[in-house]
């Protein structure tokens, strides 16, 4: 196996620019602006943090426009070496000078297989010791060009990439699912605790699953001073501080420690480490670009500093108090200038309507199960991940070889999974 410089199978190696350098500015709608935050050390880029700019700000950066099949590369700062492909979603789009765009010559290599090859962390650690050890650290263009990989056939590239391509794409699969219960969980919520429309059997006088929407049919309505508006009877307000125990997260945030427990910050999954803090929690971005996202944290994990571990109290559901959250819309309860950040102080005065209890049974019965759901898939999610995380550096190497029967067992995962649909559940 030879190796190769990105430069020699490369039609372009750049960076972008900032739109401030040229006198412009972010738009709230427009064509998407990647930064390095978006790339977080999955395939994909994380679409949900891109700024945006208009069409004459992009004329002026027409050199980093960036296109379908672009690898790019996290070339300065805390996400240094992380690399992630643009699909067709992603474009028209343009990125800063944090970001680096490598397009390669599709005939001689295979995006997926240099992708994997470059997403190993003994990689990535070898590009932060090429980096300069200020506390920016940062790769240029002349280093980025010259790192080498291992370059087989196209055919062998191929094979190896389908096999991790296949575990990657069923985690994608499992996300879309766990997004789209999740909408219709919202869906649900909004219906009964924003509109006040949850089943009410009027006869008896008491919440039924069979009832008619309460307060479209006539339901008695109660004003509560500190929400400006009306809420059923008998329910009551509390705050977020009555709802969660609040807890930063460590400022340790080293993911190679070897450790088997997932790591949550503001941007979602960044490694393993060998201790834990928390169980099935949510977990709020606290500082940073995405501060004031929110995940639920299955099992055993690990927060950074810029993230909230949310404990649930006592007498409290725990998917009733996520979607919660969900519904308080955090990021824009978000301050700061240079740094956004989202404080104790909001957190714990935030305000929430809390049902009576039949009502609250009633709910909960109705929205966990699809919570399970998303659960089981989030579980399944950190299996598929770990056993590609297996996989990767033993295909590289050459130490496992594609027909020595782990692709079998993937494929065998892969159907028992998709048999029983929903992730296996």
């Known amino acids: 196996m030879n190796k190769v410089a990105l430069k020699d199978v490369s039609d372009l190696i750049t960076k972008g620019t900032t739109p401030s350098s040229v006198g412009c500015e972010f738009v709230q709608d427009g064509i998407n602006f990647i930064k390095s935050e978006s790339i977080t050390g999955s395939k994909y880029l994380n679409s949900s943090i891109y700024e945006h700019i208009d069409e004459e700000t992009d004329k002026k950066l027409k050199r980093s426009r960036i296109?379908?099949?672009d690898l790019l590369f996290s070339i300065a700062g805390a996400y240094l070496g992380k690399i992630a492909i643009v699909q067709a979603s992603d474009v028209p789009a343009n990125t800063n000078q944090a970001v680096g765009i490598v397009r390669l010559k599709k005939e001689k290599v295979d995006?997926?297989?240099?992708?994997?090859?470059f997403s190993q962390s003994s990689i990535n650690g070898y590009i932060n010791k090429l980096s300069s050890q200020s506390s920016q650290p940062n790769l240029n263009l002349d280093l980025l060009g010259k790192l080498e990989f291992g370059l087989r056939s196209i055919d062998e590239q191929r094979k190896i990439s389908n096999v991790l391509s296949a575990l990657d794409s069923k985690i994608a699969l499992n996300n879309r699912i766990n997004a789209e219960l999740e909408a219709m969980a919202k869906t649900v919520y909004d219906y009964w605790f924003v509109q006040f429309d949850f089943p009410f059997d009027f006869a008896q006088g008491k919440p039924s699953a069979e009832g008619k929407p309460y307060k479209s049919s006539g339901g008695k309505m109660v004003w509560r001073e500190e929400l400006k508006r009306e809420v059923p009877k008998g329910w009551e307000v509390?705050?977020?501080?009555n709802l969660y125990d609040f807890q930063y997260g460590s400022g340790n945030t080293n993911p190679d420690n070897g450790g088997q427990y997932p790591v949550y910050g503001s941007n979602g999954i960044i490694g393993g480490y060998d201790k834990y803090n928390s169980e099935d929690s949510p977990v709020i971005g606290h500082i940073g670009n995405n501060c004031g996202s929110l995940v639920f944290a299955v099992g055993k994990h690990f927060v950074t500093y810029n993230g909230v571990m949310c404990k649930i109290k006592d007498g409290y559901d725990k998917y009733f108090g996520f979607i919660t959250l969900q519904n308080k819309n955090l990021k824009k309860h978000t301050r700061g200038s240079s740094q956004s950040f989202i404080s104790y102080d909001i957190l714990h005065s935030l305000n929430f309507i809390l049902p009576d209890s039949k009502t609250m049974k009633i709910f909960c019965d109705l929205i966990n199960p699809t919570f399970d759901k998303i659960?089981?898939?989030?579980?399944?999610n950190l299996r598929l991940s770990s056993l590609r995380d297996c996989l990767l550096p033993m295909l590289m190497n050459g130490q496992v070889k594609v027909g020595s029967g782990y692709e079998g067992e993937v494929e065998?995962?892969?159907a028992a999974e998709n048999e029983e649909g929903y992730g296996g559940k």
């Open 67 to 69: 296109k379908e099949g």
């Open 111 to 117: 995006i997926d297989y240099v992708y994997y090859y």
């Open 238 to 241: 509390g705050t977020l501080s």
């Open 375 to 380: 659960i089981l898939n989030q579980q399944e």
């Open 412 to 414: 065998s995962l892969m």
